[in-house]
């Protein structure tokens, strides 16, 4: 089984950062890409970056520029850095991982952590 946690969620102040870390432990052979995802209630998940195991990023063009995905494949372990943060990126912050175990992907999320930009 494999669990993946997020945290570093919290209060901020438009103009402001936040520095999102998402963890995966368990079971597993290795991770291949992994992202960030965003939701508001009613509205769908939305895509928000991606790097691969090699480290190549990807990012929504509404947090290009401002947002920077990184990993730590030594502790299985992606960040979010937020900076320039408006009221509109307030949402539930969801990682996921695409984790190769035996010789199969399965794709995990966590349990998400909450960003609030007040303006």
């Known amino acids: 089984q494999v669990q993946l946690v997020e945290s570093g969620g919290g209060l901020v102040q438009a103009g402001g950062s936040l520095r999102l870390s998402c963890a995966a432990s368990g079971s597993f052979t290795s991770i291949n890409a992994m992202n960030w995802f965003r939701q508001t209630p009613g509205k769908q998940r939305e895509w928000v970056a991606g790097?691969?195991?090699?480290?190549?990023?990807n990012y929504a063009d509404s947090v290009k520029g401002r947002f920077t995905i990184s990993r730590d494949n030594a502790k299985n372990t992606i960040f979010l850095q937020m900076n320039s943060l408006k009221p509109e990126d307030t949402a539930v912050y969801y990682c996921?991982?695409?984790?190769?175990?035996?010789?199969?992907?399965?794709?995990?999320w966590g349990q998400g952590t909450q960003v609030t930009v007040s303006s």
């Open positions: 790097i691969t195991s090699s480290g190549s990023t």
């Open positions: 996921n991982a695409n984790v190769v175990a035996g010789f199969q992907q399965y794709l995990y």
